[in-house]
């Protein structure tokens, strides 16, 4: 069954420090997105994607983030000057299409500590 | 606006027990609902959804969740617990947003 990739598994990072985290969606996959889950807490929409280009985004994702999908394959979220409150499991998703009765493929995340 | 609430933050069952794992949710449109399981350091797997069609919705390993909009629920049941079912299960809903909202979470124990 085709699996959306995430790595790395796990990341540790200083606080100020910019962190890649990167996914390869299902191929023939046309949506993606980012959402992230602070321990304890609900998991949280971050940002869509499609045609090379932010469709949707929430209050979290702000300058802080970007996305890109430099290859064709690969769709990363970068976090420039993390903060301790970064700290979270990323997940990253994708879709066929947008539409709401479909369902969405998870990666298994990437823990992300800040120190 | 949409929004989905998981009533147990915890339900702890016995092997062989019945498991039910409760969601309401709140949508302005027809909602899409889903179930999604996490295991321990594993993803996000989908076990059924609703769209509109069969109010009754089976799943995969024998899960299966009902849509009763007079109550707006989407409870998420199995006949006979497995030790295999513990994880986290998510409810999640679509509806005047493509974008899905997940609930908190339930960590479902099942005890030998």
């Known amino acids: 069954e085709p699996e959306v990739t995430q790595t790395p598994s796990h990341q540790v990072t200083q606080m100020g420090q910019e962190v890649i985290l990167r996914c390869v969606p299902i191929?023939?996959?046309?949506?993606f997105y980012w959402y992230r889950q602070i321990l304890g807490q609900k998991v949280e929409f971050l940002v869509s994607?499609?045609?090379?280009?932010?469709?949707?985004k929430s209050e979290i994702f702000d300058d802080q983030f970007s996305v890109e999908r430099p290859d064709g394959s690969n769709f990363t979220l970068k976090i420039r000057s993390t903060k301790l409150e970064d700290s979270a499991m990323y997940f990253c998703a994708s879709s066929e299409v947008g539409y709401t009765n479909y369902g969405y493929t998870f990666g298994s995340g990437t823990r992300l500590t800040v120190v | 606006a949409q929004s989905v609430t998981q009533l147990d933050s915890h339900v702890s069952v016995s092997e062989g027990t019945p498991v039910l794992l409760r969601c309401n949710y709140s949508s302005s449109y027809s909602p899409s609902l889903f179930w999604y399981v996490q295991h321990p350091n594993k993803g996000l797997q989908l076990l059924l959804k609703?769209?509109?069609?069969?109010?009754l919705v089976k799943g995969i390993n024998g899960f299966e969740a009902e849509f009763k909009k007079s109550e707006t629920s989407f409870h998420l049941t199995k006949p006979s617990a497995h030790m295999s079912d513990a994880a986290e299960y998510f409810c999640v809903v679509t509806g005047g947003s493509y974008i899905p909202t997940f609930g908190r979470g339930t960590s479902l124990i099942v005890h030998p």
């Open positions: 191929s023939n996959h046309l949506y």
């Open positions: 609703y769209t509109s069609a069969a109010t």
């Open positions: 994607f499609y045609n090379n280009e932010i469709s949707e």
